[in-house]
């Protein structure tokens, strides 16, 4: 059973930096592809970024391109996205989700790091 754990997520300012981990606990990141998702109070999920399993294909939802950027190290079976520019308006819970970016379908899911941006 794969089982995911984010970290890295808490309280900044306007403009600050942030580096999520999503770490396997259990099994192997290598047969997957990770999603980073977030959802704020009252508001939908939101699809962020999905790295394949390669490394070799990024993709990025519009409202965080050239802001956030994903990558994974397989030595350490820990996928990251690097949160950079931070406004109130990225406020939310980040999960990562492995399964395949392709068919958007995710099994496995981890339960979450808060990010507050607030002046």
């Known amino acids: 059973q794969v089982q995911l754990v984010e970290s890295g997520g808490g309280l900044v300012q306007p403009g600050d930096s942030l580096k999520l981990a999503c770490v396997i606990s259990?099994?192997?990141?290598?047969?997957?592809?990770i999603g980073w998702f977030r959802q704020a109070p009252g508001k939908e999920r939101e699809g962020l970024s999905c790295?394949?399993?390669?490394?070799?294909?990024?993709w990025y939802a519009g409202a965080v391109k050239g802001r956030f950027t994903a990558s994974r190290d397989t030595g350490k079976n820990t996928v990251y996205l690097q949160l950079d520019n931070l406004s109130p308006e990225d406020t939310a819970a980040y999960h990562c989700?492995?399964?395949?970016?392709?068919?958007?379908?995710?099994?496995?899911w981890g339960q979450g790091t808060q990010v507050t941006v607030s002046s």
């Open positions: 989700a492995a399964g395949s970016c392709d068919s958007e379908i995710y099994a496995y």
């Open positions: 259990a099994g192997t990141l290598d047969h997957y592809d």
């Open positions: 790295i394949s399993s390669s490394s070799k294909n990024i």
